[in-house]
Structure formats: structure tokens, C-alpha cells
């Protein structure tokens, strides 16, 4: 079988793959083109649309990455060919840690002790018992479900969401619309890990916002367009009154539904706005050329799992 790989640094995965499918003839986009069009597989990340358009006869596409937005909506997808995507591959764990920084800056008052040491103040805050600081994940996929489950190890409550229903330990599981309505009233904490769809795009509207308790806080590790900006910066109330808190607390947010984020974007400068340039999530190599040659495999042996559903959008 032939491996076209695209992706940062793609000359180590594809070292990195050819020792673990020896089978294999591994190649990367700086290949030349008669090369490149004899593709039986393309592992890529976020690949141009040329690329998608040059193979003749593809058999398969491995994501490199738990996110399909980017690959289903190139323009250059050739129809019915079958993708899968990594599953958590060591991504959740980051993740986990990047949400409980984020849970720990809350609840233990770290934005408002950064608040007060501008103004010179020293004044303790009583700490808010974990116990007492449910937490609402939005999404129980691979990577949703290990966050949740590490939240959980934690001590914190954890109320999770999903399209369909699930049933996860130690996890309080909602889903549906109504679902949705009855676990934002009731948390401390909101975290969004769902894909990027047609059904989740500015979920997180003006709406779920009103419903969240005041003084809730948000962390986004997933994407950015689940939220409704302008919503978003109305329930945080004043850019420039760093002392007054609006229905919401703050939000730690990661990612981004134009990504730079745009030097433009008020959120850059909002005092209760935390942001990282999509960091919380790398994908760890080790961990994820084992799952792309397990695919790789799986596909040739006509054995092929948990394809990606393109109508679903993951
Ligand atoms: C990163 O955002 C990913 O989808 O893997």
C-alpha cells in the first residue's frame, strides 16, 4: 500500500509510520506528483485542496487529528471515500489537564486574585468546596468521556451531554434538547467538547447563556464556532470595568472559529478572556501513528471501524 502523509512535520511521521508498516510505501507531499496521484491512503492533517483532488484511486483517509470539520468541508473531498479519525490517541489526557488548570483557575479564585493583585488588594476568599462546583462537559466522545472522567476523579460533580443518550460511571449523563436546558442551569462550570457541526454550530448562544447560573464560567478546548461570539462577550459584561462581573465569570477559550484569532477580535483584550492559540490538544505522535497503522491495516484487511459519518459531521 501506498501512504501519502500531510501534516506539520510531516517527514517524522512519515519515518515514524514506515518503521511501524513496513508493508508499507510511505510517502509525503513534497513526493513529485506521479507519486503522489498512486496514493492508496492519505494521512493528513487540515491537507490543501489540491492534494485531496490528486490521487485516482484512494481507498482510504485517516484523520490526523479527533476534528473532521476541516477535512469535510474541503472542497476537495472525494466523495465516498471512507475516512476514520484518531480517537483520543493521547489527546484526551492534555485536554483533561488543560480543563482542570482551567476548573482550578475558577474555583480557587485565581482570576479574581489576579484582579485584585492589580489594584494592590489582599484580601482571602473563602474556597468553594469541590463538591460543591458541579461541572457541565458538552460532548462524551472519546476525548469528552476522559476529561469528564478525569473531572470526576477529581471531586468535582460531573454532568455530561451528548446528542443521543450514553451511559458513562460516576458521570451524571443528559441528552437532547431538554437534556441540554437541565445541565447548564445547574452547573458551576461549563466545558465544550463537542465537534463542529451544523447541529452544534453557536449551541452556545445568547439563550444557553441566560441559562447558565451568574457567576458560571466557560472553558472551550473544542471548537470555536460552538459559540456565539457576540453572545458571549454580552454575558460578560464590560470590557472595561475588570472589577464588575457580568452573568458569566470568565471564559478560558482555545479555540477559535477563525483561527489566528483575529488581532480585531474584542476578546483579546476582555479582562475575564483567557486565551491559548489551540494548544490544549496536540496530538502526540507515539500514541497516534499507532492508531493510523492499526487503521491502515484494518483498511486494507477490509476490517475498517468507526468510520467517520460526513452527514453527522464526526
Ligand atoms: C484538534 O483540534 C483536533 O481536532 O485534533
Redesign the pocket.
Known sequence: MKVLVHIDEAEQWRDALAERLPEAEVITSAAPPEQRRQADYLAV?KPPEALLREPGALKGIVN??????ALLNNPGLPEGVPIVK?RDAG?GELIGDYVRYGLLHFQRDFDRYRRQQHAGEWREHAVMDKADWPVGVLGLGAIGAKVAAMVADDGFPVHGWSRTPKALDGITCHHGDDGLEALLGRISTLVLLLPDTPATRHLIDARALSLLPEGASLINPG?GTLIDEAALLAALGPVDDAGSVGRLRGALLD?FPREPLPEASPLWRHPRVWITP?MA?P?PLGAALDQVAEALRAFEAGEVQDTVDPNAGY
Not at 490526523?64 to 470539520?69: E, I, M, N, S, T
Request: proline fraction near 0%; aromatic fraction near 8%.
Open positions: 492533517w490526523l487529528g479527533a476534528g473532521v470539520d484518531l489527546m471548537r479555540a489551540h490538544g496530538t
